[in-house]
């Protein structure tokens, strides 16, 4: 067995992030204590400060089965965090509660998780149960704030966030959380203060960072924001969702700059697959096709995965290109390597549909996804557009039935205004001032013209909550005349309720359109009009809103065989799965809207 002054040697080397020394003096170790449970985890301990996290697991694995101690479980469990397995996470934080329902760091852990996979109710009743035994124990008061913010509790997340700051003033955690707050709040400057305190405290956190950049952006100070983005970049120059931020930003600016940093970053990481793939994806929407091509054959095909997901992005490119039969066949590649992943399904069946090939496949390649758990919107969509392609016209007819699950209502006047003239031009105003980028956000449907940035109704403002509680009852009294059905994907998700999802304005000019797309992330989706130019009015559908054009590139293209012409103060309602864009306005003025998603609220 190893000795007292071994054990504690390697401890203090692991305290003092000397972790290879401390793996170099465990591992002779294990020659002669390799049944020592504690040689095991302090092992474990090495490499995950090494970040050899696959080596980690093993050693952690080893330790709990030598004795399934309480601690290294859920030591096991912040690893599977780190890892990004929250399910296998909250096994271990299950499994060593079970063994010891009080341990704390067990509970606390358990609830990061749960917040991870949105169980907020959950992680709230959790956290609650930990304060009620120990109300001075901050990372947990912390845990219920983010639980509490994310399900849109802000005013009660402010509260615990500041109780948190009255004992800890620059207690990171809960600066960035209130932070967030006053930013999606409508109130960037005080966000950028509190940010910047936040960043003091946590000079090594990409995530503040990212807060600190986006608020700066909300602010208009777009020189500190694009620093405020590379310092995020030095410190997590690999993550994809972070590139996607600060590039989208650098387009809507026209910045000389936009997509420099993907480059930047695969010339000193050229291994990074699913960089390359987002930039490879980026390239496309800016008709780069071949350079696109070129960034993925530099991508090192180490193993299935990353085969599979080279081959389903070819494929999409390939075929936006014209290239629509080897598309074709890359997306088989892709199936095969790995048929049990959605995405790879529905890039064949694309793929078979843009080549006009045979539609019936296209059709078989999807039936299966809409009876999974794994059917969201862009299923949806692609199913329907395969119905449509099959001439299964029964089919289509009920799943994209215009009359029943498309229409447009009226706003009523909301409550401080005396006519709905009035109000409109009061939001009018406030909304023109926050269109200040100067370009069309890259990768968005908007072309020519402007969309402001964050969520727009999270803002605490009069204005806005006069508009959301308009919408609300307009969108109400339409969901309340859907047809009762447990089979159609609208139907059959209706509440009762709603809640929405994200929200944004779009100021269109001159040439200005939306092209052919769908919302991943809704159930219903809008737009609100507050502008509509007299040429709308004119009778050739200019500006108007059309349906069923599907949005990617194809040998038989499809024609749009709906529209919905636009009013003021009135919104059109659709199921967020519906291909919809509009006609583009031919002349110089201005078309303003509200856009939205909308979700079923939990009964």
């Given amino acids: 067995m190893a000795t007292a002054e071994q054990l504690n040697q390697a401890i ?43 080596g980690a697991e093993i050693a952690f694995k080893q330790s709990i089965d030598l004795h399934a101690a309480p601690a290294v479980i859920t030591n096991l469990g912040n690893l599977y965090r780190q890892m990004g397995r929250e399910e296998d996470a909250l096994a271990c934080y299950n499994r060593a509660l079970e063994a010891a329902p009080s341990h704390l760091p067990a509970r606390v852990n358990k609830g990061r998780s749960l917040l991870a996979v949105s169980r907020l109710e959950e992680a709230i009743t959790l956290y609650t149960e930990i304060l009620e035994a120990l109300p001075e124990h901050a990372n947990s008061r912390i845990g219920l704030a983010q639980s509490l913010q994310r399900s849109g509790q802000t005013r009660a997340a402010t509260l615990h966030f500041e109780k948190v700051l009255a004992h800890e003033p620059e207690n990171a955690a809960a600066l960035n959380g209130l932070g967030v707050i006053q930013k999606v709040s409508g109130h960037p400057r ?19 960072r990212i807060n600190l950049a986006s608020a700066l952006a909300l602010s208009g100070e777009e020189s500190e924001a694009i620093s405020a983005y590379r310092e995020a970049l030095r410190l997590d120059p690999l993550n994809p969702e ?13 910045h000389p700059e936009y997509l420099h940093s993907y480059a930047k970053a695969l010339d000193q990481h050229p291994t990074a697959g699913p960089l390359a793939i987002a930039y490879a994806r980026k390239l496309l929407l800016g008709h780069q096709g071949e350079q696109a091509l070129q960034v993925l ?15 389903c992005e070819r494929s999409h490119i390939l075929r936006e290109m014209g290239e629509f039969d080897e598309a074709v066949t890359t997306a088989r590649d892709a199936h095969q390597l790995l048929p049990v992943l959605p995405r790879n399904t529905l890039e064949l069946a694309t793929a078979i549909m843009a080549a006009g090939t045979d539609y019936e496949e296209a059709l078989a390649c999807m039936r299966p996804l809409t009876s999974s758990d794994a059917c969201g919107q862009e299923a949806w969509a692609t199913y329907a557009t395969a119905l449509r392609y099959a001439e299964r016209r029964d089919e ?37 001032a926050l269109h200040i980028t100067r370009h069309h956000p890259v990768g968005q449907s908007l072309q020519h013209g402007t969309q402001t940035l964050d969520d727009l109704f999270s803002r605490d403002e009069p204005v806005i909550d006069g508009l959301k509680m308009a919408l609300t009852n307009a969108i109400q009294s339409f969901t309340q005349g859907l047809p009762s059905s447990v089979e159609h994907p609208v139907s059959n998700r209706y509440t009762g309720e709603i809640t929405f999802s994200d929200s944004w304005s779009v100021l269109l000019r001159k040439m200005g359109f939306h092209k052919n797309h769908y919302h991943s992330h809704g159930w219903l989706s809008s737009a609100f009009y507050l502008t509509v130019p007299d040429v709308v009015n004119a009778g050739g559908k200019e500006g108007w809103i059309k349906f069923g054009e599907p949005g990617f590139r194809a040998r038989e293209p499809l024609s749009p065989e709906h529209w919905l012409q636009p009013e003021e103060g009135a919104l059109a309602i659709f199921p967020s799965y519906l291909w919809h864009g509009t006609e583009a306005l031919q002349s110089n003025v201005e078309r303003m809207t509200v856009g939205f998603d909308v979700l079923p609220a939990p009964a």
């Fill in 396 to 432: 289509y007819k009920q799943l994209v039935d215009y009359e029943k699950y498309v229409g447009m209502r009226h706003i009523e006047t909301p409550e401080g205004y005396d006519n709905l003239t009035t109000f409109l031009q009061a939001l009018r105003d406030h909304l023109k």
């Fill in 242 to 254: 972070l590139h996607d931020w600060f590039n989208g930003y650098l387009s809507t600016l026209a």
């Fill in 12 to 54: 203090a080397l692991i305290q003092g992030n000397q972790h290879a020394d401390a793996e170099a003096l465990l591992t002779p170790l294990l020659n002669q204590s390799a049944s020592d449970a504690d040689v095991w985890q302090l092992l474990a301990l090495a490499r995950k400060g090494q970040l050899d996290l696959a």
């Fill in 190 to 208: 005080e966000a950028c203060r509190t940010l910047k305190r936040a960043v003091a405290s946590a000079p090594a956190a990409p995530e503040v």
């Fill in 297 to 311: 054959a530099a991508v090192p095909m180490d193993d299935l995965q990353t085969r599979a997901y080279v081959a």
